[in-house]
């Protein structure tokens, strides 16, 4: 069991634009903490001159060729959108007057 | 009807190609099947019947007019909710993504369509696939088919719930820690992670995206084998997918196994919380292998206690990551507020479940600054001692066993308020993610019913070097040879 206070979880909900009500970040605190103690296990292994993992056999990725791709229609891309003004996505104010 | 659901994929696929059955009739008996049926289940997030009866009408038009419509003609399958697939709503088992209907269709979505398979629908999932028991969902749990008060197992539990009572003959399903295995182990079915890159994950909702592969989910190993043939193979739009030739992977099933090494780490076998049945049934599928023509070696993997503590920090950091796109601005479900970060706020705090939520914080935790090179970067690096332990181990076996489950259920509820017990659930499945290998579970017996367990089924895992899936698909095509425990009928959809 490691330490995660309610306050460590508001921050991290704060940083994954989460909004917690009190009695949940209570119940995530208490489980995170719980993890994370369960992961300190980690600090354990000897981990000297061990490179970061990287797949055996990397990916080649060569050039593809200069030519245009399919793509989504603007009709497409506006019918995915849950809010839309005109031929624009609508977006929430985000800038103070 | 039992002639249609009883049959294999690829028997199906047989008949409609000789123009012996018709796409129709075959649509029409499992649909017929599902209304008697899948109610008990909830193994579909959304059944689409009326687009299953034009496809395989246009099936049987192409038989009709002498062509091939391809290795699953006319063939039933059930796709889990994170393939992304045109025109029909596609949610990820999340509320996040409600009344998402996208625009177009995913790798494994158009190379099914190509060798004529007919979609019946999505299968229900854990949210986000993050979960081993299907309960993570804004919906009804899938149901267990050998016990309805039990899961299924997860994520892709609707998926191994449907093909196991035979609403479709194969599902796809994906697996990121042993999504498609575990449930495959609790439902008695075939479940087959290819090697990482196989497989493409174009039109695959990321979860982790160093770890996710999509596979099959058959109720035996030639048809694991057919599915895997389609979908495998290079795609430009992964740029993880591998380009290397695609083998016959049915033909692969009738390679002898005589000398075949199955490597054993019997520390890992002795693991506490292993069920001394799952135990059991382990030791005689071994002798299957045995008696087969294998032999069985002892290996050792040094960090196989490492896997779940590292797991947990890379996925979660990718999946942090990952689902950082969902802000309900560009698609999915948005709940409007006067300001951008309050609606970002509202609308992933009201369409994440709490499992995600715990996830994306874990994740943002060891993401963050201070923390980085304590979680993730150490992860990285244990990460690459568990590869290592893998390709020591195959310098002297071809194939690593152990069960794929330590448990073979639990009831519905059971596990859900203590999040650490559901991941150390995980500990047989998540070394091969973690390494990029192919791994397969298939049916290896029963547990025995007490006065508080049903008689459930158990898994029999094997694991592979990196494009081994031949080696694989022999050896469960061996033990399947000389078992019948793919043959039973789940009792609670006998009927």
């Keep these: 069991m490691s330490d995660v206070t309610e306050q460590e979880c508001e921050e991290l909900a704060a940083l994954a634009r989460l909004s917690l009500t009190g009695p949940q970040a209570r119940a995530f605190a208490k489980q995170i903490g719980q993890i994370v103690g369960y992961i300190e296990q980690l600090a354990e292994v000897d981990v000297r001159d061990v490179p970061e993992y990287a797949p055996d056999a990397p990916v080649a990725t060569p050039l593809r060729p200069d030519i245009p791709g399919s793509r989504l229609t603007r009709a497409q891309v506006l019918a995915q959108a849950p809010v839309t003004r005109g031929e624009h996505v609508a977006v929430p104010k985000f800038k103070e007057d | ?495």
């Design chain 2, 1 to 495: 009807m039992s002639q249609v659901i009883d049959a294999t994929a690829r028997e199906l696929a047989a008949q409609v190609r000789s123009g012996a059955r018709s796409a129709a009739e075959i649509a029409a008996t499992f649909l017929e099947r599902n209304d008697a049926v899948a109610s008990r289940l909830h193994a579909w997030s959304r059944r689409d019947d009326d687009r299953a009866r034009h496809r395989a009408a246009a099936i049987d038009a192409e038989v009709a007019a002498g062509r091939d419509p391809g290795p699953l003609a006319g063939v039933p399958v059930g796709l889990k909710d994170n393939f992304v697939t045109a025109g029909v709503e596609t949610c990820c088992g999340s509320r996040i993504l409600a009344g998402w209907i996208p625009p177009y269709d995913g790798a494994h979505v158009q190379r099914l369509a190509e060798a004529g398979a007919v979609s019946l629908g999505k299968c229900a999932m854990d949210e986000f696939a993050m979960g081993s028991s299907n309960e993570n969902t804004p919906d009804e749990p899938v149901r267990n088919p050998w016990a309805l008060d039990f899961v299924p197992g997860g994520s892709s539990g609707g998926s191994a719930a449907a093909v196991a009572a035979r609403l479709v003959p194969f599902a796809l399903g994906t697996d990121t820690g042993g999504s498609i295995r575990q449930p495959a182990s609790m439902c008695g079915i075939v479940g087959l992670k290819p090697t990482y890159g196989r497989v493409s994950r174009y039109g695959m909702i990321a979860f982790g995206s160093s770890l996710d592969q999509a596979g099959p989910l058959t109720r035996n190993v030639r048809d694991a084998a057919a599915v895997l043939g389609v979908l495998a193979g290079h795609d430009p739009r992964d740029s993880t997918c591998l380009d290397e030739p695609v083998p016959d992977y049915v033909a692969a099933c009738d390679a002898t196994i005589a000398g075949a090494r199955i490597g054993v780490d019997r520390s890992v076998i002795d693991h506490d919380g292993l069920d001394d049945d799952v135990r059991a049934a382990f030791e005689t599928s071994l002798a299957v292998l045995r008696d087969a023509g294998a032999q069985i070696v002892d290996i050792t993997l040094p960090h196989f206690a490492h896997a779940i503590a590292t797991y947990y920090v890379l996925a979660t950091a990718e999946a942090a990551s990952n689902l950082s796109r969902y802000d309900g601005l560009r698609y999915g479900a948005q709940q409007t507020r006067p300001g951008l970060r309050q609606t970002y706020e509202a609308t992933r705090e009201h369409g994440f479940g709490d499992e995600v939520k715990r996830r994306i914080m874990l994740g943002t935790f060891v993401l963050r600054e201070g923390s980085f090179a304590r979680y993730y970067g150490r992860a990285q690096k244990v990460r690459t001692l568990i590869a290592r332990d893998y390709a020591a181990a195959f310098a002297s076996c071809d194939a690593i066993a152990s069960p794929t489950s330590p448990v073979a259920g639990w009831r519905i509820g059971e596990k859900q308020a203590d999040p650490m017990a559901m991941y150390l659930s995980d500990v047989f499945t998540i070394g091969a993610n973690l390494a990029g290998l192919p791994a397969i579970s298939i049916p290896g017996g029963f547990c025995r019913a007490t006065e508080t367990m049903p008689r459930l089924p158990i898994g029999f895992q094997l694991l592979a070097p990196r494009l081994g899936e031949p080696t694989l698909l022999a050896l469960a095509a061996a033990h399947e040879a000389a078992t019948a425990w793919h043959e039973q009928m789940p009792t609670q959809v006998q009927s």
